[in-house]
């Protein structure tokens, strides 16, 4: 089964340790729900500064995570708000909530909760 | 027994803090003391005398405290007070102009956050080990030049006095 999320880099850096993985996974999955919400008000607002620094805070945790299909998504989100660009930004946010959507149950199930 | 040094991390995400952190702690052990913001971080400075090896700051810090300060403002303030204390800026861009701008704010080094931030994190508190020790035998040795210098001045000058007084000769030999 292939997976959305590549969990190569956090098992590198915890040394396969695995109760800081699930700490790390545990964190992701706290936090990135509020940080999409974050985003999508944002961008309702139009607030451009606000979703830049959400889109900025979002960046490297998808990568820690190994979500390579975001990474491009997040990237243009963050470009999109530094240039006030309204155009495909919502499609977008709607792809990265998605996907996101689709990794938690995976990350879930990778910690055994 | 003495306390190990300290390492100060200033990052408003608290996923990439515990990493550094988790990072830094396992690779040094150095001790580490995190903050959410740079205010925090400035306040516990002020209050305490110990000085840390490094701070590791992150360039926006306004993603939970929307009106906190930003990272090079709270580097300016460290650099007032700390002008030795080694700062390494910390962003998610990969941009040349904003590490410029961080140098000449007097940052040691930049770092892109990413996978592998944290290689370069440990190689940032490497160098600025190196930079303190070859500062500290560039002052050694400083010290060492003025000593002998005025060593030097001061025996010629006393071979001077001696040789006006009558006690030395010019001639070889002094007798």
Redesign the interface.
Known sequence: MTTVSDLT?LRK?TNNDSE?IK??IG??LQ?TPAMIQQIESSYKEKDWT?LK??A??L???I??MGIKSAESIIQTIEANSIAGKDEGTAEQINKLKSILESVYPELRNEIGI | MSKSPVIYIVE?????R??LA??LGKMSGYRIKTFETGEQCLSYLAENTEVPVAIYLDY?L??IV?DAMDGLDVLTEIKKKHPDCEVVMLS??DKIEVAVDTMKYGAFDYIV???S??YRAEKALYNIYRFARLQKNANLYKTLTITFGISLLLLVILLIILQQAGLISNMPGWS
Request: aromatic share 18%.
């Open positions: 880099f850096f800081r700490k790390y964190m992701f936090q606000k620094t959400s900025h805070s960046k490297p945790q990568s820690y | 408003d995400d608290s996923m990439q515990e990493l988790d990072h926006y306004n993603s929307q998610g861009q956050k990413g996978e931030a944290f």
